[in-house]
């Protein structure tokens, strides 16, 4: 495993670190890695993001399964009271 230093951090920057990783319990290393992990896509990562977004693109294009355009609800409320 790798390890990171980090210099010249801000003052108010670290604090901010400091009080958010009190916060959740943890040290600000772990806080660190946390944001890291969170904010960082891996190589992994942006190919499970290409994958979603093909099978998102591929279902768009996809036709739907009932009959539309959907009525809007002022149509199926001037139906409800005709009855």
Do not use: C, W
């Amino acid at each position: 495993m790798a390890t990171l230093y980090v210099e010249n951090v801000p003052d108010e920057l670290y604090e901010a670190l400091r009080a958010q990783a009190r916060r959740h319990r943890n040290s600000i290393a772990k806080e660190v890695i946390g944001l890291l992990e969170e904010q960082v896509p891996t190589a992994k990562e942006l190919a499970r993001r290409q994958r979603f977004l093909k099978y998102a693109l591929r279902m768009s294009k996809r036709k739907p399964l009932t009959p539309g355009p959907f009525p809007s609800t002022e149509e199926i409320l001037r139906e409800e009271r005709q009855r």
